[in-house]
């Protein structure tokens, strides 16, 4: 199971939005919630700031809710609440469940490497889904047959958006692997030949409402990972505080005086 939270920021409160969310990171810290997310900034698209908590099952879902009602921890989500909601224009949340059958290398998937993350929304126009189903195993036959550098994770949203909503997630160590895409569709249409490849694109038409793609950065300090994740690179997910400018503490003690 995968919760999807997100944030539409107001115009300019970014940087304000990522302390309060800080707020929360604390929190969840300081109890040694059992649960974890992962905070992104949205590169495209609207100013969205988005969070992915993974669940075993929904049964784990409902056990989390009640670990988060209990004190201390409630009255601080509270607190940080009220700070991150006047900074918010809009909030939106979806549940969603992993497809394994339309997922590839998942078990390769590194997210303490992850540093960017592509997030393609694909909606598919009613009694379409068999025919998206038949093309989206077949792309990920044909990735499996160019052996291509790799990770693509699929969820079929439940709640909180329309009907035949799919997202698949794409994750990156770093922005050069965009440089590969040409490549890569490339090798994409010959594994799957050149005819087969063309036909399935030009059937897309009839078959998605809508189709977007996003990218997005991991913010570390907008995330609540396992110390394990973090061991992966804990300069990059515990990121020491910035150092004070030279004499800042002298010109604060002519200030006071």
């Known amino acids: ?63 989390y809710h009640h670990e988060q009602d ?41 997210i303490g490497k992850t540093r960017m993350i592509s997030i393609g929304t694909y909606r598919v126009k009613l009694g379409h889904d068999g025919n998206f189903m038949s093309g989206a195993k077949a792309i990920v036959d044909a ?9 693509l994770l699929c969820y079929q949203v439940t709640e909180g958006a329309p009907f035949s909503t799919y997202l698949f997630f794409s994750t990156m160590e770093s922005l050069k692997t965009m440089d590969e895409m040409p490549a890569r569709q490339k090798a994409l249409s010959e594994a799957m030949g050149a005819d087969n490849y063309q036909q399935l694109m030009k059937g897309s038409g009839d078959t998605f409402v809508s189709v977007e793609n996003n990218l997005f950065a991991v913010n570390p300090r907008m995330s609540y990972v396992s110390k394990a994740t973090e061991d992966t690179d804990p300069d990059f997910w515990r990121p020491k505080p910035a150092a004070k400018p030279a004499g800042a503490e002298k010109s604060k003690e002519k200030k006071g005086q």
């Open 1 to 63: 199971m995968l919760q999807i939270l997100r944030e539409g920021i107001k115009q300019g409160k970014g940087p304000a939005h990522e302390k309060t969310e800080m707020e929360y990171v604390t929190a969840f810290r300081k109890a040694k919630f059992p649960g974890h997310y992962l905070g992104l900034d949205s590169l495209s698209g609207p100013g969205d700031a988005w969070f992915l908590s993974p669940y075993p099952s929904f049964a784990a879902i409902e056990q």
């Open 143 to 151: 990735y499996e047959k160019a052996n291509i550098n790799a990770t």
């Open 70 to 110: 209990k004190e201390p921890l409630k009255s601080a989500v509270e607190a940080a609440d009220s700070h991150d909601g006047a900074l918010r224009e809009s909030a939106r949340t979806m549940w969603a469940i992993y497809r394994p059958d339309m997922s590839y290398k998942a078990e390769k998937l590194n």
